[in-house]
């Protein structure tokens, strides 16, 4: 079992930035792919960003290529999303996720096997 914990969110003006970390318990995630999804009221969790474990690939939604980092630190257990130039839609919970199995695109959360409880990114304009 892996367990997840996000922190570094809060509530930031437009066109500043954040950085979340995501700090993993029980398991080194060093075999994992780590991604970030995001869920604003009423909509549905969307993905944001991932990281692979073999090559260090990332991947990025389109609304984020460009502003928003994602890295890890194997020895820390720890991956990051790094957020800037924030705008008002950015607003929403963000969630941690860790993918240890094969097969399956890092864009669908359907393919991770855990989950942090989320944290609270509010951008205000």
């Known amino acids: 079992q892996v367990q997840l914990v996000e922190s570094g969110g809060g509530l930031v003006q437009a066109g500043g930035s954040l950085r979340l970390s995501c700090a993993a318990s029980?398991?080194?995630?060093?075999?994992?792919?780590m991604g970030w999804f995001r869920q604003a009221p009423g909509k549905d969790r969307e993905f944001v960003a991932a990281?692979?474990?073999?090559?260090?690939?990332?991947y990025y939604a389109d609304s984020v290529k460009g502003r928003f980092t994602i890295s890890r630190d194997n020895a820390k257990n720890t991956a990051y999303l790094q957020m800037n130039s924030l705008k008002p839609e950015d607003t929403a919970v963000y969630y941690c996720?860790?993918?240890?199995?094969?097969?399956?695109?890092?864009?669908?959360?359907?393919?991770?096997?855990?989950w942090g409880q989320g944290t609270q990114v509010t951008v205000s304009s």
């Open positions: 990281i692979s474990w073999s090559d260090g690939n990332t």
């Open positions: 029980g398991r080194t995630i060093k075999r994992y792919a």
């Open positions: 996720a860790a993918k240890l199995t094969y097969g399956g695109s890092l864009y669908e959360r359907e393919v991770y096997d855990y």
